[in-house]
């Protein structure tokens, strides 16, 4: 049963940073894509990152470029979301994911995902 776990959620203020962590369980992390997503209330969900499987090359929603880093640790089962320079806009739930996708035309797809985990950026 695959299952994800996010954690590192928290309030934040503005320029600050937070890593969310997503642990991953009844699957290997190794052969599959693994990604980000944010919702924020009102809001439809918006792609974050997507690390490919395949080559490890790693594509960031625009919003989050030069801010964010996305990683794994195969061997922990754990991918992680590092957020610098926060800012308010960002605040949302993130959810992580599995068979993350992004193409020009259709945007992003997410296979499986996590309950998420709330961040919070205000002053």
């Known amino acids: 049963q695959v299952q994800l776990v996010e954690s590192g959620g928290g309030l934040v203020q503005p320029g600050g940073s937070l890593r969310l962590s997503c642990a991953a369980s009844g699957f290997t992390l190794d052969y599959y894509a693994i990604g980000w997503f944010r919702q924020a209330p009102g809001k439809e969900r918006e792609g974050v990152s997507c690390i490919s499987s395949s080559d490890g090359s790693t594509y960031y929603a625009d919003s989050v470029k030069g801010r964010f880093t996305a990683s794994r640790d195969n061997a922990k089962n754990t991918f992680y979301l590092q957020m610098n320079s926060l800012k308010p806009e960002d605040a949302a739930v993130y959810y992580c994911?599995?068979?993350?996708?992004?193409?020009?035309?259709?945007?992003?797809?997410?296979?499986?995902w996590g309950q998420g985990t709330q961040v919070t950026v205000s002053s």
């Open positions: 994911a599995t068979d993350c996708d992004y193409a020009d035309y259709e945007g992003w797809s997410f296979g499986s």
